[in-house]
């Protein structure tokens, strides 16, 4: 019976530090879940990429998914966002952060965007061992 009263208890804080926007046990409620159409775009708007992104898992402080994707065209310095593989990242109030390559030291695209009803935009970054070598605009609209 203590268990109970115990688990109620604490259940009851759960919710309370939920309702609050800064609160680190809990998800943002615009976090995002699921499958997103993905299209990059070079710094003269042109498309050079083109495919999915799923998120499979969130907690209070990792996003883990998966990503395919392929070229359009014949982009250059477009960096490793090509093919396809694991992404982790990072969701923070109306923010977030991906890396699509997690496992490679340098040779690393970044996705640093802004949540939005319809999914996630902003830019995309292919940083090497010399720094950020390229960048331009993506968009990932939830499917």
């Not at 042109?46 to 999915?52: I, N, T, Y």
Request: proline residues 5%; contains cysteine; hydrophobic residues 40%.
């Amino acid at each position: 019976m203590q268990f109970q009263i115990r688990f109620l208890l604490l259940l009851a804080v759960l919710l309370a530090a939920c309702s609050r926007d800064k609160s680190p046990i809990c998800p943002p409620a615009d976090a995002p879940m699921g499958t997103y159409s993905y299209a990059s775009y070079d710094t003269t708007e042109h498309m050079v990429a083109r495919g999915w992104l799923t998120i499979d898992s969130f907690d209070s402080l990792r996003i883990a998914g998966e990503w395919h994707i392929s070229k359009v065209g014949d982009p250059h310095e477009i960096g490793m966002q090509i093919g396809e593989g694991e992404l982790v990242g990072a969701v923070q109030q109306s923010s977030i952060w991906i890396n699509l390559n997690p496992d490679w030291v340098d040779n690393n695209v970044w996705l640093d965007g802004v949540l939005s009803d319809h999914g996630f935009e902003g830019t995309w970054t292919w940083a090497t061992i010399a720094g950020p070598t390229s960048s331009g605009r993506f968009a990932a609209i939830k499917r």
